[in-house]
């Protein structure tokens, strides 16, 4: 099973709880790829295994994993589980556009992972989110001119923000 960004935009940007919400959370933090181990996740999560089938087909409906046949303990390194935080600068590259640049922060203005941009831009970029994320919504950001594109999450109890020079 995979998470897909779409999931990530979906589960991580809704604060509201749900155990769909926290499989999702369970699967992000356990890396890119994992193996469907229901009665470990279930006893993980606190919840029969009938409640854990219903939230999986619940997360595959809304396209928030993809769910592949695969060769047992088949993880490769470059999972984010593999590289840790250091393989957060990966993904968003990947998820750039030429002349883009995104950063993920805490919601309190600390730089985890940036792309397109040197580190003292990223730190600086970080600190003025922060100071500015209580006043704007992220869709008033994402409208205002020079402004990145902004993207609340929330994960294990902590906030963050995917900012984005382009929405």
């Given at each position: 099973m995979c998470p897909t960004p779409a999931g990530i935009f979906r589960w991580l940007g809704d604060h509201a709880p749900s155990y769909e919400r926290r499989l999702f959370e369970l699967l992000v933090t356990n890396g890119r790829k994992s193996e469907l181990r229901i009665g470990e996740f279930a006893a993980r999560l606190g919840e029969p295994t009938r409640a854990l089938a219903s939230a999986l087909f619940?997360?595959?409906?809304?396209?928030?994993?993809?769910v592949t046949?695969?060769?047992?303990?088949?993880?490769?390194a470059n999972d984010?589980?593999?590289?840790?935080?250091?393989g957060?600068?990966?993904?968003l590259v990947s998820a750039m556009h030429p002349g883009q640049r995104m950063?993920?922060?805490t919601?309190?203005?600390?730089?985890?992972?940036?792309a397109g941009c040197g580190a003292y831009e990223a730190e600086v970029w970080a600190v003025r989110q922060a100071?500015?994320?209580?006043?704007?919504s992220a869709h008033e950001a994402a409208?205002?001119?020079?402004d990145p594109a902004t993207a609340p999450l929330c994960m294990g109890g902590a906030s963050f923000v995917l900012s984005s020079s382009q929405p």
């Open positions: 619940a997360l595959q409906r809304s396209a928030s994993i993809v046949e695969g060769v047992s303990g088949s993880m490769s984010w589980g593999g590289d840790g935080m250091a957060l600068t990966d993904i950063l993920l922060s919601s309190d203005g600390f730089a985890l992972a940036f100071l500015a994320l209580p006043d704007r409208a205002a001119p020079r």
